[in-house]
């Protein structure tokens, strides 16, 4: 159980060899406005350098972002990582340019929210207010 | 009614760079500087008769999957009325992997074509005469490694390489900035961009051996000013470094090439393409006192702003995109591309791709637009726009002066800061209702995805893994062997690079074979994370 002023910590990273950081780096800024504690960990990481960073860190959320197509073999490899790791139960939520017909195998991967262009960072942060309780029960 | 003074809003700004808009200008409020198309400072254009010579090149950013994939749709595109092509690595090439690297897993043939060797890079270009078209590349950290195997096809087809048309981006300044393709440190980096640039205005004298790029700049969120103001101080910190190695100015400038991005804020665009051809010209005539006018004239490729086109509502798009091109026409741009309406949601499908080239046809042969010399030249708004953005710019490279110049402010973090700065500050505007982005925060509704979008499926990277297999089977690994060593002696001394990348390439050394011998010299670069 998260305590209501307990702050919570989100790790922002970016998986593969995508260097469009322009999202990640004004989502990571948004929630840190919003009163998170936020740790951009930058990009070109695999996703065993991301899942060792979250275990490490001991985050409760953990944001991937990648607008290179690759976030199939990516995202849910970290979910795995984490899991494999024996990581707390984290909250993963991704953003980039995802097709929608792409969206129900994340979520089956263990991904809890897609995110795509044009989505407000305060929907992002009240998606994750609202539902870090629903992960941690 | 005439007399009805009330106004919409409390205050008028362009809607990037937040310069006060006044009800109405006058010929006081601004005036051109006099020049002449065709004359210093090029303002209004650098050709006499702009296009009425010649139109620009309509040149689209293609590439993805296999060579094979590629080279179908590069001859659909020619086919279609393209004038130049325009190649898209998928990112273990850019960054010096092959595809077979555990960090290539899920990029193979995703953002762009893959490129491991010399072998694909010939049957890229299949049935292609590299002797008559143009090609740009855009390609940076390996950018002397994709030349040479460029120059190695076209011999390949018999073709000289003094012949060769084309551009390959070699900006290296821009992806510490933004773009985020390096492999190495800035001084080896430097070293391998001067190389390329040398060895072009030595063997290659139809090629554009760097394209200083404003475009990823901008896309990472600046605003018109600093996109125009760091591309020119990355400009300025290249031509620093060719007159270091004992270059002429005039040997090289007139090779030089840039690409800037063109936003829907139509005048305030227009305005910054004029504003930055006065200013490289002054750049070059007064700071680095050359004589010969066509090292001072700005020639640039312009995409279509590809950060405005909205997942919302894509058709939109096409209405987005024909405002930027229009920018970038009425701009007096050498070269364009115009983005696909989809491409918020995936890599374009071909019917999109062609709406986007059938915007710049229509532009071309429809609106008459091209028919006179920079046709707005003289409007009290756009001189008056004109002159405040080259005064912002100039700001800015004071300053950036004043910290010791380009590769100062990047290692201090302040480009960086500046544009994630205006990112957020966008990103705010937009949540805020201050700045309307149709369709998303204004007008929405709620839709589906249209259903056709391009896939690049998973076996392309297998096919392509396979492909490597057996190439490192076939070719002679000894040879492969004494080329790489080469390549490293050459690389720890101050001798060109090209020749030896050239070898290397020929013996069928692959991209990330070769970036690794580098790597082995150079070392690798780990950026600061800025947010």
């Known amino acids: 159980m998260t305590s209501k002023n307990k702050v919570i910590r989100v790790l922002i990273a970016k998986p593969g060899l995508d260097g469009h950081d322009r999202g990640a780096k004004v989502v990571a800024r948004g929630l840190k406005d919003a009163g998170m504690e936020v ?8 996703p065993e350098q991301i899942a060792e960073a979250a275990v490490q860190e001991d985050v409760d959320v953990i944001g991937l972002s990648s607008l290179s197509g690759a976030h199939m073999a990516l995202f849910p490899k970290v979910v795995d990582l984490i899991r494999a790791k024996g990581g707390k139960q984290t909250l993963v939520i991704v953003g980039g340019i995802i097709p929608q017909k792409d969206i129900p195998a994340l979520k089956k991967g263990g991904i809890s929210e897609v995110f795509g262009p044009g989505t407000p960072i305060a929907e992002i942060s009240k998606y994750i207010q609202t539902h870090l309780q629903e992960v941690k029960a | 009614m005439a007399q009805d003074k009330s106004e919409r809003k409390n205050e008028f700004k362009t809607t990037v760079d937040g310069l006060p808009v006044k009800r109405v200008y006058l010929s006081e409020d601004g ?29 689209l950013y293609a590439g993805f999957a296999t060579v094979e994939e590629t080279n179908r749709r590069y001859k659909y595109l020619y086919q279609q009325g393209t004038t130049g092509f325009s190649v898209a690595f998928h990112l273990p090439t850019q960054e010096g992997y092959d595809s077979d690297h555990p960090l290539s897993e899920g990029e193979v043939g995703k953002t762009g074509v893959a490129i491991d060797s010399l072998q694909d890079m010939e049957q890229l270009w299949e049935g292609i005469p590299l002797g008559e078209v143009s090609t740009s590349m855009t390609v940076n950290a390996t950018a002397s490694i994709i030349l040479a195997m460029y120059i190695a096809a076209a011999e390949k087809q018999g073709v000289d390489r ?54 990823h700049i901008r896309e990472a969120g600046a605003t018109a000013i600093q996109e125009a103001a760091f591309t020119m101080a990355n400009g300025m910190a290249y031509v620093q470094a060719m007159l270091d190695r004992g270059m002429q100015i005039d040997s090289f400038a007139p090779r030089f090439s840039f690409f800037f991005a063109a936003n829907t804020n139509l005048i305030e665009e227009v305005a910054k393409f004029r504003a930055l051809r006065r200013i490289w010209a002054k750049i070059v005539k007064e700071r680095f006192h050359s004589t010969n006018p066509r090292s001072m004239m700005l020639r640039y490729h312009v995409q279509t702003d590809g950060f405005t086109l909205t997942a919302q509502q894509p058709l939109n798009n096409i ?54 010399v920079d046709p707005l030249g003289g409007s009290y708004y756009l001189e008056n726009l004109t002159n405040q953005i080259e005064e912002g710019v100039w700001k800015y490279i004071k300053k950036i002066d004043d910290m010791g110049g380009a590769l100062e402010a990047i290692r201090l973090g302040y480009v960086q800061g500046e544009i994630s700065r205006s990112a957020y500050n966008y990103q705010r505007a937009v949540e805020k209702s201050e700045q309307t982005v149709v369709g998303v925060n204004k007008y929405a509704v709620k839709e589906e995805e249209p259903p056709t979008l391009l896939e690049v ?21 000894q040879q492969v062997k004494l080329a790489l060593e080469k390549v490293k002696k050459v690389a720890a001394t101050d001798e060109n690079l090209m020749p030896a990348l050239i070898e290397a390439v020929k013996a069928y050394a692959t991209v990330g074979e070769i970036s690794g011998a580098l790597r082995e010299v150079f070392g690798e670069y780990r950026e600061p994370s800025i947010l």
């Open chain 2, 31 to 59: 005036s051109g500087d006099g020049s002449l198309p065709g004359e210093y400072p090029f303002t209004r254009h650098i050709m006499a008769n702009g296009y009425r010579g010649r139109l620009w090149t309509m040149r």
């Open chain 1, 39 to 46: 740790i951009y960990l930058g990009l070109r990481l695999t």
């Open chain 2, 457 to 477: 499926d998973a076996s392309v990277g297998q096919r392509q893994i396979e492909r490597l297999k057996k190439l490192r089977q076939s070719r002679d690994n």
């Open chain 2, 319 to 372: 209405v987005r995109v024909t405002l930027q091109a229009l920018a970038a026409v009425l701009g007096g741009g050498q070269s364009l591309h115009t983005n696909s309406y989809d491409e918020a949601l995936a890599l374009p499908t071909e019917q999109a791709v062609q709406v986007a080239l059938r915007t710049q046809q229509i532009i071309a042969e429809e609106s008459g637009v091209a028919d006179t």
């Open chain 2, 162 to 215: 003094k012949q060769l048309r084309g551009t390959v981006q070699n900006d290296i300044l821009k992806e510490y900035i933004a773009r985020n393709t390096y492999i190495f440190g800035p001084k080896p980096s430097m070293r391998l961009v001067t190389d390329v640039c040398q060895f072009c205005a030595e063997e290659l004298p139809e090629w554009n051996s760097i394209s200083i790029s404003g475009y």
